[in-house]
T-cell receptor
Framework: QKEVEQDPGPLSVPEGAIVSLNCTYS??????FMWYRQYSRKGPELLMY????GNKEDGRFTAQVDKSSKYISLFIRDSQPSDSATYLC???????????FGQGTRLTINP | GAVVSQHPSWVICKSGTSVKIECRSL??????MFWYRQFPKQSLMLMAT?????????EQGVEKDKFLINHASLTLSTLTVTSAHPEDSSFYIC??????????FGQGTRLTVV
């Protein structure tokens, strides 16, 4: 079993829809949770960063962490074609150097 | 967010030659930098973790003598692919950590060995 599980998709939704992306994990010591967006042939871009449980909102993006269920989510409201990319979840333990990544979900927003 | 610059964006080299890739944190000091390799439609594969002024820590299965990493300052790390072969062709990405947790990525380098 992988430490972090993420459905690779592909996921295709119409423009304007609400998108829900998820990751599950097995390591209860994870404390830091991140979502990255990666366009084709580019490096990942940090979208959201959350410490421990709770919600965080930034514009059209909302990140949720449920440590009791070992489950994190990224919601994208009013999705746009420019949101089409691969979304990677990542997490790390307190004091750890390395991030553990999910496989990434390929998302396409259709105009 | 913080800016990490990676250079070059793409490079083509002949088999048997060496290629150096630079990674710079432009507006922050990075005590830790990471080098990843990414195959098409796959996630990031960590190659090594680099701390300023010390030897890099390589992941299992990564050849230290082929992938030389130097982290000479708090803003610069380099990856040198030595005696490159076609199987080394890939997308290489660096990442730099700001503070204890946030990691920012460079734009990646596409290496093609012919």
């Amino acid at each position: 079993q992988k430490e972090v599980e993420q459905d690779p998709g592909p996921l295709s939704v119409p423009e304007g829809a609400i998108v829900s992306l998820n990751c599950t994990y097995s390591n209860s010591a994870f404390q830091y949770f991140m979502w990255y967006r990666q366009y084709s042939r580019k490096g990942p871009e940090l979208l959201m960063y959350t410490y421990s449980s709770g919600n965080k909102e930034d514009g059209r993006f909302t990140a949720q962490v449920d440590k009791s269920s070992k489950y994190i989510s990224l919601f994208i409201r009013d999705s746009q074609p420019s949101d089409s990319a691969t979304y990677l979840c990542a997490m790390s333990e307190e004091g750890a150097q390395k991030l553990v990544f999910g496989q990434g979900t390929r998302l396409t927003i259709n105009p | 967010g913080a800016v990490v610059s990676q250079h070059p964006s793409w490079v083509i080299c002949k088999s048997g030659t060496s290629v150096k890739i630079e990674c710079r944190s432009l507006d922050f000091q990075a005590t830790t930098m990471f080098w990843y390799r990414q195959f098409p439609k796959q996630s990031l594969m960590l190659m090594a973790t680099s701390n300023e002024g010390s030897k890099a820590t390589y992941e299992q299965g990564v050849e230290k003598d082929k992938f030389l990493i130097n982290h000479a300052s708090l803003t610069l790390s380099t990856l040198t692919v030595t005696s490159a072969h076609p199987e080394d062709s890939s997308f290489y990405i660096c990442s730099a950590k700001r503070y204890a947790t946030e990691a920012f990525f460079g734009q990646g380098t596409r290496l093609t060995v012919v």
